[in-house]
């Protein structure tokens, strides 16, 4: 006797009530596996967003803080950084490279991104991956600009698009440089990182684009007329800076050189070291993230519950069912092993195609999923935890059926056959 193709078949008999059944656990297992892949998703994205630098400088405030805006463009700083604590730093003999960083401005909801050319040269991402363009060139004239990969994307801009950008991260209409818009004059390949979501200016730029502006208020009047007359290349170098990120020339000069930041007395300043404010950005949101694994596993186990349920309330309705299996030489074993057969096989259907099913819609809705997230995701696509997960609810369903199971194999065979009115 085959019991596998007989369970199919008795599955087959109440397609309803085992439709529904799968459903229940494909939708469960579809949940589990979209919470754990888009938390891993995140977490690989904010690991890989920058590598090779060894601290990040800004003024005093939390290293969570600082990363965040610095490297994720999230939030905002609670103080500048002094052009001239920057040059003093930035001098030392133990410090290879810097990358100033200006943010503040905005354009269509993009963070814009004032800094040198050596952003391009020393800025790294995942495996100290470098920045690449896709099209054109750095640039190299105050009014130019190179947008990440999104921003072009999204704004469908193209080289030589000029545009626009506000002061803050929202146009205000009055707050607008229209004054002195901006050129696209390259595009950066995609990285999977906040840097798609960027516009990178010179600092030159947003220097000029602010000439005249107090307090953050426009000129006007004659002060604006001046303003757009006035400028002088030659001084257009920024009085302070958002933050810089520091390469040094030996990774043993770090501690040192974050004390010597920390102590500096000149101004308040913070030195972090990106991994470990980032392994502190975990610790904060790890309790947000075991919740949501919590009501993930909870919903699959009310998934499988239904299939306990579903199995236990036919059984009063098989009884004559398996007492023709009995008669007609089914062991009591084998009466067993069908209903354990049944539930393995419901579970099994509803495992794969929960698993098949969130696959198949995060590769398709990857690109809204990272747009409403805020941040990429990093990529999606089947893996060993998908199988896990599988198999970890085909196990449990196997389980599950032991009771069934073990209540028919008590049941008698005259107590199937007897008819009650």
Aim: charged share 20%; glycine share 10%; hydrophobic share 50%.
């Amino acid at each position: 006797m085959n019991l596998a193709l007989l369970a199919w078949k008795s599955a087959k008999a109440r397609a309803a009530t085992t439709l529904l059944t799968v459903l229940s656990i494909a939708i469960s297992t579809a949940l589990l596996l979209g919470v754990e892949k888009i938390r891993d998703g995140a977490r690989s994205s904010f690991e890989q967003t920058v590598s090779g630098t060894d601290l990040i400088v800004g003024a005093r405030s939390g290293p969570i803080n600082l990363l965040l805006y610095s490297v994720f463009r999230i939030g905002d700083p609670t103080a500048n950084v002094s052009w001239r604590s920057y040059e003093a730093f930035a001098a030392r003999p133990d410090v290879a490279w810097t990358v100033p960083l200006s943010l503040g401005d905005s354009h269509s909801g993009f963070r814009v991104l004032g800094t040198t050319t050596d952003y391009f040269d020393h800025y790294r991402y995942g495996e100290k991956r470098e920045l690449s363009l896709a099209e054109g060139d750095a640039f190299s004239d105050v009014f130019d600009a190179v947008l990440g990969a999104e921003v072009a994307r999204e704004l469908g801009y193209e080289l030589g698009a000029e545009f626009d950008i506000s002061h803050g991260l929202k146009s205000a209409g009055f707050a607008d440089h229209k004054d002195r818009p901006f050129k696209v004059v390259g595009i950066l390949a995609r990285t999977g990182t906040p840097v798609d979501r960027t516009i990178h200016v010179s600092l030159e730029g947003i220097e000029a684009v602010h000439i005249g502006w107090d307090n953050g208020a426009p000129p006007i009047g004659r002060a604006a007329q001046l303003a757009m007359n006035d400028l002088d290349k030659s001084e257009l170098q920024p009085e302070s800076i958002t933050a810089f990120l520091v390469g040094l020339k030996s990774k043993s000069a770090v501690l040192r050189y974050q004390r010597d930041v920390n102590t500096f007395r000149a101004e308040a300043l913070s030195a972090v070291i990106p991994g470990v404010a980032l392994s502190q950005l975990w610790r904060v949101v790890g309790a947000a993230e075991q919740a949501l694994r919590g009501v993930a596993v909870f919903v699959i186990a009310a998934g499988l519950t239904g299939l306990l349920t579903t199995i236990l309330t036919s059984l009063n309705e098989r009884r004559r069912e398996i007492a023709v299996l009995r008669s007609v030489g089914a062991k009591s074993r084998d009466v067993f092993f069908l209903l354990v057969c049944e539930a393995t096989i419901v579970a099994a259907i509803g495992a794969l195609l929960g698993a098949a099913a969130i696959n198949l819609g995060l590769v398709l809705f990857s690109q809204q999923i990272e747009t409403a997230a805020g941040f990429p995701l990093g990529g999606f696509g089947l893996s060993p935890y998908d199988l896990y997960i599988a198999i970890g609810v085909i196990f449990i369903g196997f389980v599950l059926g032991f009771l069934p199971g073990w209540l028919a194999y008590r049941r008698s065979l005259s107590d199937g056959l007897t008819v009650r009115i």
